[in-house]
């Protein structure tokens, strides 16, 4: 087994700039935005004539059980782009989901509007691919999934 050899921050950023790659081939021109930027990591352009969609990208290794992947609700995003990378050693592919916010939105775990993380929406990592299997590889942008371009 290999172990890993780059920081949370890398993998992030790797994953940026992986799905501003992906978009940019599929035909919506991508790039990523600068460091800190608030609410989203990508600026995308469709040649549909949609103005430009805003996305944000979300990373994690994939892990059975408990392990999310999370937004908070007052970020500013169109669509939410999920990279789930495969443990190390297990072999298996990344996955790419880029999912329309509205969706994103609906399907998210929500706490108690009484608890101080109100504001936070989330999956268990092990659940994303069933939840968004539509919006695998949607790197069109469609509002109802890689299926449907």
Do not use: H
């Amino acid at each position: 087994m290999r172990a890993v050899t780059y920081t949370t921050k890398q993998m992030g950023d790797a994953c940026e700039m992986l799905v501003a790659a992906e978009l940019t081939l599929a035909g919506v021109p991508a790039l990523k935005v600068p460091e800190l930027w608030p609410g989203y990591d990508i600026i995308a352009q469709p040649r549909d004539g949609r103005g430009p969609q805003q996305v944000s990208v979300k990373s994690r290794t994939y892990k059975a059980g408990p392990a999310y992947v999370e937004y908070v609700d007052t970020d500013s995003f169109d669509w939410l782009a999920i990279v789930v990378l495969p443990r190390g050693g297990q072999g298996g592919k990344r996955r790419i989901f880029v999912i329309p916010r509205a969706v994103a939105d609906t399907k998210a775990r929500r706490n108690s509007p009484t608890t101080p993380s109100a504001n936070q929406r989330y999956y268990r990592i092990d659940e994303v691919a069933k939840l968004f299997a539509d919006f695998e590889q949607n790197f069109a942008l469609s509002e109802s999934g890689a299926a449907s371009t």
